[in-house]
């Protein structure tokens, strides 16, 4: 019986250090996955709240995961410097790597989008494309004085210096795309010594295998090794609502929605209590204003185009012999031109958007006020009112100061008059005073009363 108990004890022991080895195995493959992951994001337009917003939240997703790497891929005009400055900030904060890509072939990352490259842990780009022109331009699109222009520089200028001598980039040339608005290619900013990038690459699988075993250093000094081989991707997407803010920033949709918002307004003035017009109007105004404290907006320009809009509205009541319909269209078109200042050109709006949008709604603006005063001209036909200068017979035979019969409108009223009135004369309303008409006799045939 000893034997038998010893053996079983010794059973029940091998099965129990089995199963906690199998549990160990188990936990250790749960807590070190053998395929990394590298989350992928991708910014293509300007830089302004709603791409800063997406950008933090993508580099947040990303260290709560654990990944790898976070690969940004950035195609950008530029954009807002304050903007700029809240992703680098979480760029640098982040515990994931974070590598910014300029591509695909022909693409560019010019102005915020140069300090952003600059920022990265590793900062790459495809062939065929070109960064910098990173001098700072007044938000608003007006012209500031020389001082200022020198004060906006100077700060961006040293902003990027310290980035760039932190990644150990090259500072003269970095602050030469601020001061004198430099744009280098990717080989001039690979060749560089010392270089403004890490690496060139044709796409994110290339980029993915040049990351492989990299020493990267952290900005706080820390050095990090990538393991990117094989890894597998996440793409971290904009969600709805950021995808349609960002899509109210385009230049083009603003103006539309700014005339839109005008139009919409005019038209409920001129029709108060059509509620749709008014409500429409202002929705669409309140959403171009949004997008104008992204876009280099003109304050000359708006107020042209609302002058435009007053002046074809005068149009109407005053004869001016088209003079102000034709001042209102050219205030249009000019307000519409100097709209959106910048030199870019994707941050300016056509002339093949301009002009037909502009002759559009002076044409629309045009046509609702000439409904709207030729509505207001029109004779009463219900009422008091409506009663004047209407014509009646008299039903009966009275003098002045007498109170008589007068048929009209298929009614029967009282009637008073100056002059004597015979039954059937056809006689003319001239005053109306609650149930008594004054009527006078009309110049018109005899009829015979009903």
């Known amino acids: 019986m000893r034997g038998a108990s010893g053996r079983l004890a010794w059973a029940l022991t091998a099965i129990a250090v089995a199963w906690q080895w199998g549990v160990t195995a188990r936990a250790d493959q749960t807590s070190s996955p053998t395929v990394p992951v590298a989350y992928l994001a991708e910014v293509d337009g300007i830089i302004h709240p709603v791409s800063a917003e997406y950008l933090r939240g993508a580099i947040a997703e990303a260290d709560a995961a654990g990944a790898a790497v976070l690969i940004v891929t950035l195609r950008t005009p530029g954009g807002l410097v304050d903007s700029t400055r809240d992703i680098n900030t979480a760029i640098i904060a ?12 022909g693409s560019r990352a010019a102005s915020a989008g140069f300090l952003i490259t600059i920022a990265a842990d590793v900062a790459a780009m495809a062939p065929g494309t070109h960064i910098g022109a ?29 980035i760039a001598a932190q990644r150990k980039r090259n500072v003269d040339l970095v ?54 081989a094989g890894a597998a991707t996440h793409m971290v997407r904009m969600t709805w609502a950021q995808q349609t803010l960002s899509a109210l920033a385009h230049p083009q949709i603003a103006y539309l929605l700014l005339m839109l918002g005008t139009l919409g307004l005019t038209v409920e003035l001129w029709s108060p209590g059509a509620v749709l017009p008014g409500v429409a109007g202002g929705i669409c105004l309140l959403l171009a204003f949004f997008a104008f404290q992204v876009l280099p907006v003109s304050a000359a320009g708006i107020l042209l185009i609302l002058f435009g809009m007053v002046l074809l509205i005068l149009e109407v009541k005053v004869t001016s012999y088209g003079v102000l319909a034709t001042g209102g269209l050219i205030s249009l078109l000019l307000g519409s031109m100097m709209l959106i200042d910048s030199p870019l050109p994707e941050l300016r709006v056509g002339l093949r958007l301009i002009v037909p949008l502009s002759v559009a709604v002076a044409g629309i603006v045009f046509f609702l006020v000439r409904l709207a005063v030729r509505s207001q001209r029109t004779r009463p036909i219900t009422g008091a009112a409506g009663l004047l200068a209407e014509t009646g017979v008299a039903l009966g035979t009275f003098g002045p100061g007498d109170v008589g019969r007068v048929q009209t409108h298929g009614e029967i009223w009282s009637a008073v008059a100056d002059v004597p009135i015979h039954a059937g004369d056809t006689v003319r309303i001239v005053a109306v005073n609650g149930l008594l008409l004054t009527v006078a006799s009309a110049p018109q045939p005899r009829a015979e009363p009903s």
């Open 94 to 105: 982040a515990r994931t790597p974070v590598v910014v890509f300029v591509g695909p072939s």
């Open 175 to 228: 602050e030469q795309a601020v001061t004198e608005s430099r744009t280098y290619t990717d080989q001039e900013a690979l060749g560089a010594k010392p270089p403004l990038i890490d690496l060139v690459a044709n796409d994110v699988p290339d980029l993915l295998a040049k990351l492989d075993g990299r020493s990267v250093t952290r900005f706080d000094g820390r050095a990090v090794t990538l393991r990117t």
């Open 134 to 162: 990173a001098h700072p331009v007044s938000g608003d699109g007006q012209q500031v004085d020389e001082v200022m222009a020198k004060k906006m520089a100077s700060d961006v200028a040293g902003y990027a210096r310290t």
